[in-house]
């Protein structure tokens, strides 16, 4: 008996592993076609996920809780400055400010974090003089750049609602929308009346 009960706390032990973490998105994308896909997952207007090539007949699923980062870079009087990279939480609003504090020898530009003061959102604050580039990378890799003008601020929905771009071909697909955050894509090839080739997103 003592057995059974061990081995049924273990099966549920690893179910509840297996399960994607509350909040965040984990999808599968099929490429059906002969052709390279290319696609970008957005939560609101985030992107948390971006393939530059997926071959013929392959699979992509996304990461459940994809390590994301923004970071900022501007350039004074010719000189390009660098912030550190900070962590973002797609399920916490969060405010990100571009910064230059005045140091004994340099300038030092740092982007700094507040609880955000948008409910849903991320605010990036450019408080400089210049224009600033913020830099969002998923896992290490740079998914999405924007650029905010001087002493000016984006908001950025963290609304959870997804949209998957799809380029096949060169071609960019109309944009598919989700509040799933499990769903699963088909990309595929399809044929009209004049047997000119064409793609569609299947959801």
């Not at 010719?78 to 571009?98: H, L, M």
């Amino acid at each position: 008996m003592k057995s059974l009960t061990k081995k049924i706390v273990q099966t549920l032990a690893f179910a509840l592993l297996a399960l994607p973490a509350m909040g965040h998105a984990s999808m599968r994308i099929d490429n059906n076609t002969q052709h390279i896909v290319k696609f970008a997952i957005y939560q609101g207007d985030v992107i948390i996920s971006k393939c530059f090539g997926m071959l013929p007949d392959q699979f992509f699923i996304t990461q459940d809780d994809p390590m994301l980062t923004v970071s900022a870079t501007t350039i004074i009087r010719g000189n390009t400055y660098v912030s550190q990279s900070v962590g973002i939480e797609t399920d916490r609003s969060a405010d990100y400010d571009a910064v230059i504090h005045a140091g004994t020898r340099q300038q030092q530009f740092t982007l700094e974090q507040r609880d955000g003061s948008t409910v849903g959102a991320l605010n990036i604050s450019n408080t400089l003089s210049e224009e600033t580039q913020f830099t969002f990378q998923s896992n290490g890799q740079t998914v999405q750049s924007i650029v905010v003008p001087a002493n000016s601020q984006k908001t950025l929905s963290l609304a959870r609602q997804y949209k998957i771009v799809v380029v096949v071909d060169g071609v960019t697909l109309d944009p598919v929308v989700t509040t799933n955050p499990n769903a699963n894509f088909r990309v595929i090839s399809t044929v009209d009346r004049d047997g000119n080739e064409g793609f569609e997103v299947q959801y």
